[in-house]
C-alpha cells in the first residue's frame, strides 16, 4: 500500500465497508480484483521488521516465570476489571514473544510449503499466536514513560532475535493519552505492515490481517491474565499521533490497538505531535504493490479526532434464535493436559492431520466453546466489560461428534448449551472449501463465527467492521488454546464459501455475517515430530 485514498470522496465511508465485507464473503463465487494476480515468492516481503541503525535492548526468555494456569481460568481472567499495575520486563518479554519464534515447524502435512520449509534456506518458524497464511503482518511497539520497567522512549519488538529496537529515549506518552484519550505511564501497540500479508493475498489481504492483529491481541490478554492483570484495549483513537511516535506512515503500516498499562485515568487533551524519529528499515521486496480495494477500507475505518460514540446508534442486542427444534445441554468439561505456556509453546494447525476416529466429545466441544465465549465478555474503551451484548455468535456444523446430529447447533454460553438450527448435508462443506490442505470429511466439526457486521457499521461505521474483525481474531486464537490445552487439532480457514455456510446456519436473511471457521477433532496418531524448541519448556506445563 504506497498511495493515498481519500476515503470523503464517493460513498459514504460505511458504504465503503460494507461493500468491501460484501466481495470478501462473495470472493468464491467472483473473483476480486486484480485478475490474475500472481504471487511473486521470489520478491516476497521478509516475516520479520528489521531497523538498520536502532540499537538493540536483549529480553529475558519468554514464559520461562509465567504461573501455571489453565487457558479457560486466563480467559476468564481477561473478561474481569481492569488492572492498574504496571507490567515487569519479564512479563512483557512474555507478552511480546506471543510473535516471537519459538520452534521450527519440520513436520510433513497437507500445506503447501510441506516439503520446502525442510530446507536450511527456507525454515519455517512457529510462534505462540496464529496468522492467516502464516504471514505475520502485525508488528509491536511499547511507548515507555519515567514509570515504566525498562527507560523511556519508544521502542518496537524485533520478532526475529527477542529483542526490543530502541526506536527513540523520547517520552511520547502525552501523544498517546491525548489520542486514546486515556492516560497510562505504558503503551503497548499492535500496528499492521500491510505489504507482509497483501503480497500474497492482495485486494483480500484487508479481512485477513484485521483478524491477525485481534488474534494477537487474545494472546497478550491471556497472558496478561496469568499474571494477574486485566488490560483494556482502546480500539477508537486518533491515528495520526500514534502513527507520528512510531514514526510509521499510517498507510504502509498503521496502528490498530492501542493498550494503556499500568495505572490509568480518562482525559481530554490536545498535544502537538512530535517530530517521528528519522531510522532505516529494511525492505527485502524490490517491488511493494498497493491494491486499491485494501486501501480503500482501511482509509474509510480511519476516524481521527472523531468523538468516540456509545455505540447505541444501533441495537447490538443478540438475535434471538428459535429453540422450537430443541435444546441440548453440554456436560462439563474435564480437566484440560496443557496450561497455558504450554498451549502457547504448542499450537499449531493440524493442515491434513485430522482424523474422524476417535469421535470428539462433548465434553471437549464445549470447553473449547465455552473458553472461547468468554472473550467475548472481555471488554475495550467502546464496549468495557463485563459486556451485555457480544458482537460474535459460536456455531458449531458436526460430523463426528458424540450425541450431535449432523445439522447445525448454535452455541449459547449463559446456559452452555447447544440450540438445534438447520439441517444441512456435511458433505457439501467439503464442495464449498477451496483449497486442498484439510480433508473436512476427517474434521469431527466445523465451528462457525459470525458476527454482527451490519449492526455494527450503523452503529461504529466503518471502524465497526475493523472492530469486529479484530474481535473475530481474538476468538480464534483463544480457540487455538483451548483446543491446543485439550489435546485437539485445530485449524483456522477462511477459504469456505460464506454465503453456503450462511445458508447451512439459516442466517443469510438476517444481519449476522460467517466471519472465519475452525476446524476442530482429533489428530492421527502416532505422529511424532523432533522437539525444535527454542526455549525450555517448564515441566509443570504439563497437566496430567
Request: charged content about 20%; some cysteine; aromatic content about 8%.
Amino acid at each position: 500500500m504506497t498511495s493515498q485514498i481519500d476515503a470523503t470522496a464517493g460513498p459514504s465511508r460505511s458504504a465503503v465497508a460494507m461493500d468491501y465485507a460484501r466481495r470478501m464473503f462473495e470472493r468464491q463465487r467472483v473473483p476480486l480484483p486484480p485478475l490474475g494476480f500472481q504471487v511473486d515468492w521470489a520478491d516476497q516481503p521478509s516475516r520479520h521488521k528489521l531497523y538498520l541503525d536502532a540499537p538493540k535492548l536483549p529480553l529475558p526468555v519468554p514464559f520461562a516465570n509465567l504461573p501455571s494456569i489453565e487457558v479457560e481460568e486466563a480467559a476468564a481472567r481477561a473478561a474481569g476489571p481492569v488492572n492498574a499495575e504496571l507490567p515487569s520486563l519479564d512479563l512483557l518479554a512474555s507478552v511480546l514473544g506471543c510473535y516471537g519464534l519459538i520452534d521450527r515447524r519440520t513436520q510433513l502435512n497437507w500445506n503447501e510449503d510441506s516439503t520446502a520449509k525442510l530446507r536450511p534456506t527456507a525454515p519455517v518458524w512457529a510462534r505462540p499466536t496464529a496468522s492467516g497464511g502464516g504471514m505475520y503482518p502485525a508488528e509491536s511497539y511499547l511507548v515507555a514513560g519515567s514509570q515504566a520497567s525498562l527507560r523511556s522512549g519508544v521502542y518496537h519488538y524485533d520478532t526475529a532475535h527477542h529483542s526490543l529496537d530502541r526506536l527513540s529515549s523520547a517520552n511520547r506518552c502525552a501523544e498517546l493519552a491525548a489520542a486514546t484519550g486515556v492516560e497510562a505511564g505504558l503503551y503497548l501497540v499492535a500496528t499492521l505492515k500491510f505489504w507482509k500479508n497483501a503480497f500474497k493475498y492482495n485486494s483480500f489481504s484487508y479481512h485477513v490481517v484485521a483478524q491477525d492483529v485481534g488474534a494477537l491481541l487474545a494472546s497478550w490478554r491471556l497472558v496478561f491474565a496469568a499474571a494477574g492483570h486485566t488490560v483494556e484495549p482502546v480500539l477508537w483513537f486518533d491515528e495520526d499521533p500514534v502513527s507520528t511516535a512510531l514514526a510509521v506512515d499510517g498507510r504502509t503500516e498503521a496502528p490498530f490497538v492501542v493498550v494503556p498499562l499500568g495505572p490509568s485515568r480518562a482525559v481530554q487533551a490536545a498535544v502537538q505531535p512530535g517530530t517521528p524519529p528519522q531510522l532505516r528499515v529494511w525492505e527485502k521486496s524490490e517491488r511493494v504493490r498497493d491494491f486499491e480495494l485494501a486501501e480503500r477500507v482501511h482509509a474509510a475505518a480511519l476516524v481521527g479526532e472523531q468523538a468516540r460514540p456509545t455505540g447505541r446508534g444501533a441495537d447490538l442486542t443478540p438475535v434471538s434464535l428459535d429453540r422450537s427444534a430443541g435444546v441440548l445441554p453440554l456436560p462439563a468439561p474435564g480437566p484440560s493436559v496443557k496450561d497455558l505456556t504450554t498451549s502457547l509453546c504448542t499450537r499449531r494447525s493440524s493442515f491434513g492431520l485430522f482424523s474422524s476416529r476417535p469421535r470428539l466429545s462433548t465434553a471437549d466441544l464445549g470447553s473449547v466453546l465455552e473458553t472461547t465465549a468468554r472473550m467475548t465478555r472481555a471488554g475495550s474503551d467502546v464496549e468495557p466489560a463485563p459486556r451485555q451484548d457480544p458482537w460474535t455468535r459460536l456455531w458449531v456444523l458436526p460430523n463426528a461428534v458424540d450425541g450431535l446430529e449432523k445439522r447445525a447447533y448454535a452455541y449459547d454460553p449463559t446456559e452452555h448449551q447447544l440450540i438445534r438450527a438447520g439441517e444441512f448435508d456435511y458433505g457439501e462443506v467439503q464442495r464449498h472449501y477451496a483449497l486442498t490442505n484439510y480433508n473436512i470429511s476427517e474434521v469431527a466439526a466445523v465451528l462457525v463465527i459470525t458476527g454482527r457486521l451490519e449492526a455494527l457499521v450503523e452503529a461504529y461505521g466503518a471502524r465497526g467492521y475493523r472492530m469486529l474483525s479484530v474481535e473475530v481474531g481474538q476468538l480464534a486464537q483463544t480457540s487455538y488454546l483451548a483446543a491446543t490445552a485439550r489435546g485437539l487439532g485445530i485449524g483456522a480457514v477462511l477459504g469456505i464459501d460464506n454465503l453456503a455456510v450462511d445458508e447451512f446456519l439459516g442466517i443469510g436473511q438476517t444481519d449476522e455475517r460467517s466471519m472465519l471457521f475452525l476446524l476442530l477433532g482429533h489428530e492421527r496418531a502416532g505422529r511424532a515430530g523432533y522437539d525444535h524448541g527454542l526455549h525450555h519448556r517448564p515441566a509443570q506445563g504439563d497437566l496430567r
